[in-house]
């Protein structure tokens, strides 16, 4: 098993940064690749950004430029920095572990909005 944790959402204005926050414990060997994943009200979940364990990065298309995933390896924690905060980045974000035999686990999320 995995357990994820997050930290770092909130309420900012448009223009503003967060940094999210996602540690994680457990099987720590069997993660291939870590990401965060956004849902917004009346929406589906889609990709913000992941990282794998070579430490490759994707991005959604709506946050390119703007967020950066990033990793402590020691302290098994998965960084997203948000910068150029928009109102249309108002959700709640989740983080995902990615893990041998196709195992998936999430975090509980948490809610980033973003006023105008």
């Known amino acids: 098993q995995v357990q994820l944790v997050e930290s770092g959402g909130g309420l900012v204005q448009a223009g503003g940064s967060l940094r999210l926050s996602c540690a994680a414990s457990?099987?720590?060997?069997?993660?291939?690749?870590m990401g965060w994943y956004r849902q917004a009200a009346g929406k589906q979940r889609e990709l913000v950004a992941t990282?794998?364990?070579?430490?490759?990065?994707n991005y959604g298309e709506a946050v390119k430029g703007r967020f950066t995933i990033s990793r402590d390896t020691a302290k098994n924690t998965v960084y997203l920095q948000m910068n150029s905060l928009k109102p249309e980045d108002t959700a709640v974000y989740s983080c995902?572990?990615?893990?041998?035999?196709?195992?998936?686990?999430w975090g509980q999320g948490t809610q980033v909005t973003v006023s105008s």
């Open positions: 990282i794998s364990k070579d430490g490759s990065t």
């Open positions: 457990g099987l720590i060997f069997s993660i291939n690749a």
């Open positions: 995902k572990a990615e893990a041998i035999k196709r195992k998936n686990y």
